[in-house]
């Protein structure tokens, strides 16, 4: 099983990445993905939701109208479209995937400065 995430980089406030996560190795499209980050000294914290079952989505409200999450259940990715970027989202951004197990990707740095 693995989780791999890619994408991150040092972008300008106002800026756009978009991280992709590679899954292999377990059904994906059964599985909800979830978009984490964890900012140095603080605690990790859910980014965006893509529900496995009905596609609903959901998302922290400081993120709310600059990020999307995506998936493509037919190549086993999963993308979190990170718009309008602030310094306040400088973190590691980690993909997950949910549902009788839970799976981890090890992280991609995302550095938002001038």
């Known amino acids: 099983v693995q989780l791999v995430e890619s994408g991150g980089g040092l972008v300008q406030p106002g800026g756009s990445l978009r991280l992709s996560c590679a899954a292999s190795?377990?059904?994906?499209?059964?599985?909800?993905i979830n978009w984490y980050r964890q900012a140095p000294g603080k605690e990790r914290e859910l980014v965006a939701t893509f529900a496995s079952v009905g596609g609903s989505t959901w998302y922290r409200n400081s993120v709310k109208g600059r990020f999307t999450i995506s998936r493509d259940n037919a190549k086993n990715m999963a993308y979190l479209q990170m718009n309008r970027l602030k310094p306040e989202d400088t973190a590691v951004y980690y993909c997950n995937a949910q549902n009788w197990y839970t799976y981890w990707g090890q992280g991609t740095q995302v550095t938002v400065s001038s």
């Open positions: 190795g377990f059904t994906f499209s059964t599985y909800t």
